[in-house]
Every structure is written in C-alpha cells, then in structure tokens.
C-alpha cells in the first residue's frame, strides 16, 4: 500500500470511528431522537438499568452488524468485479443475495428448525444458498470456450433472483402475522436483529476470508491480464475463480444472515475505492472494506433516525440511491466508458 493509499485508508477510518461512536449515541424516546455521548460509561456501569441493557444488547451489536455487513458486501463485490473482468459484478445483481436470503427464508418455514439448531444454521445456510446462486450464475455467465461475459451474468443474475423471489414469495404466504412482518422487514434489509454471538461467529469468519484475499492479492492483481493472461504469469486461473467464488459467497452469505437484502453497496464501493486509489488489490481491499462498512453505518444510522419512531429499511434506502447510480454505471459501460 502506497503513501496515499494509507493516508486515505487512515481517513476512512478515522471517519468510521468517529460515525460508529454517534450512531452509538443516538437513541430515540417518546419519538424524539436523543444524545447519550456517555454511552462508554452507561454501558460500563449500568446505571440506567433499562438504557444499560439498549445499549448493549441493542444500538452496539447493531453498529458493528452495520459494519460487519458493509464490510463483507464490499469486498465481495470487488471481488466478483475484479475476478468477472465486469464492473457490474455485485452480489445483490447476480442473485447470490437472493440465493442466501432463500436460504434463510426456508429455515424460518420449517416450525422449531432454528432453535432446536442454534443461530449458527441461519449463516451456514445463507451461505450454502449463496454458494449455490454463485455456480449457477457462474455456469450461466460461461460462453463459448468457458469464457465469462457480461450479458451472461446480467442474464445469470436476472434468472436466479427472478426464481429465488418467487419461491421466496410462495413460502412466506404459509407465514403468521407476526412472522410475516419480522421476516419482511429483514428481507427490505435491516441490521436490529443481530445478537452477540452471531456477531462474534460472523467476525471471525470475515477476517478469515480477508486474510485469504490479502495473501491472493498478486494472483487476483493478474486477472486484469485475463484468465489467459493469467495463466502466462503462472496463475491457475480456474482454481482461484473457484477460491474467490467461494469467499464470495462466504462474505454475502454472512451479510445477508445479518441483514437480509441490502443491494448496491457491492457495486458502488470498489468503483468508488478504485477511483481513489486504483487498481491494484492489495489498497482497494482494505479501502473497500472501510468504506463499505462507513456507508451501511451512515445508511443505517440515518434508516432508524430521519423518520423516527418509524425506521426505514436500510435496503431500501441503498435501493432509492443506488438504482440511479447503477444506470449511471450502465450507460457508461454501454457507451464504451465515455
């Protein structure tokens, strides 16, 4: 990482710091929004018995689902951008999202499922849903001579999130009342819903996958050359489409598990991080994952605060400023980047 690169990344954490301290603060009473700057000492003391355990069972676990979840969308989409070669690559485009938010939705369906297995099955199967979205549009996206290419992704992405809407749609009609609503709601994408030790799991298996993509980041810096490209270089081209298929998918099944559907943030963050800083992995990685976790933190905070007591669904505000974005992208790449 270069001297800028650093520099940026240091700003971007700092501002991460600085957003996941006041949205710590925030609370809302009464349908007014409220300040509490000494939450560090509420929670450490438990004064406010009542406010004591919001603060920790609440806004804190959902600030760091907020960051944990941008972060793995984030990087996702870098990867599948930079392993595609198609700057359109984004897990909630290609269905992988929809794929892992099925997933979860058929564990909810079966009566017991989740409590006689424990929190763990919800990321285990969003990421086996995610898993498979990924090799189906994968195997879509492939044409002649194995060769990915655009429209076939769309298209890949296009058919699965089409399916996984409907059978999705189909289960959540035999849904009671309340469920329905609690299930909807996560769908929309929404980070109150993610406790401790799902947190701790989903940490753990992040940085896994980040350590992964750091040590893979000269191998992945090849596939700018393309697969043939790389494989003059001494990349075995296939295997690691497969590695990065799978922590893709690992990393989209993990924020879906916390946050349902949240779209775009895996498209708009490595365009934003590559214009910073460029091409190479070793910078955007770090960088997309401090920027992605910042946006959803900022998104969040601002989904559950500009209309409170209501809250917003962070998914749909990602949707509401990342469609036009999207076509933005669209036009550019049909107009041959002009």
Same mark, same amino acid.
């Given at each position: !990482?270069?001297?800028?690169?650093? /520099? ?21 009473? !009464? ?16 004064? =406010? @018995? *009542? /406010? ?14 907020? %960051?944990?979840? +941008? ?16 700057? /359109? ?8 999202? +929809? ?5 979860? *939705? ?7 499922? %989740? ?66 609503? %609690?299930?909807? !709601? ?14 701790? @799991? ?16 000269? =191998? ?11 494989? $003059? ?19 989209? +099944? ?6 349902? !559907? ?12 590559? /214009? $910073?800083?460029?091409? =190479? ?30 809250? %917003?669904?962070?998914? *749909? ?18 107009? +041959?980047?002009?």
């Amino acid at each position: !990482m270069n001297r800028r690169s650093g /520099l940026i990344a240091l700003l971007a954490l700092t501002a991460l710091g600085a957003t996941a301290y006041l949205a710590a603060s925030l609370g809302s009473r !009464m349908g007014l929004v409220t300040l509490e700057f000494d939450w560090p000492q509420l929670w450490a003391d438990g004064g =406010d @018995g *009542v /406010l004591s355990a919001v603060i920790a069972n609440l806004r804190v676990p959902r600030v760091a689902a907020a %960051i944990l979840t +941008g972060a793995s969308l984030a990087v996702a989409g870098l990867l599948l951008q930079g392993v595609s070669r198609n700057p /359109l690559a984004d897990p909630f485009l290609l269905g992988i999202s +929809g794929g892992a938010g099925l997933a979860v *939705v058929v564990l909810h369906a079966i009566p017991g499922l %989740i409590e006689t297995l424990g929190w763990w099955c919800v990321p285990v199967a969003a990421f086996a849903g995610a898993q498979l979205a990924t090799m189906l549009v994968l195997a879509v996206a492939r044409g002649p001579g194995g060769r990915m290419t655009m429209l076939g992704l769309i298209l890949g992405g296009v058919i699965i999130n089409s399916f996984c809407a409907a059978i999705t749609t189909f289960l959540l009609v035999s849904f009671a009342p309340l469920q329905l609503r %609690i299930t909807t !709601m996560w769908l929309a994408g929404g980070v109150g819903y993610v406790d401790w030790s799902h947190l701790a @799991g989903a940490f753990i298996a992040f940085c896994a996958a980040f350590v992964f993509i750091r040590f893979r980041s000269s =191998d992945l810096n090849a596939f700018a050359l393309g697969e043939e490209g790389a494989l $003059l270089v001494g990349v075995d081209s296939r295997r690691l489409v497969r590695e990065t298929a799978w922590t893709a998918s690992l990393l989209t +099944g993990l924020a879906v598990s916390m946050a349902g !559907m949240v779209g775009y943030i895996g498209l708009i963050v490595p365009h934003l991080v590559r /214009l $910073l800083v460029g091409n =190479d992995f070793k910078s955007t990685l770090i960088l997309s994952a401090l920027v992605g976790a910042l946006l959803l933190l900022v998104g969040d905070t601002a989904a559950r605060t500009v209309m409170a007591p209501q809250e %917003i669904p962070v998914g *749909v505000l990602a949707a509401i400023i990342g469609t036009p974005l999207l076509l933005v992208l669209i036009k550019r790449e049909l107009g +041959g980047g002009r």
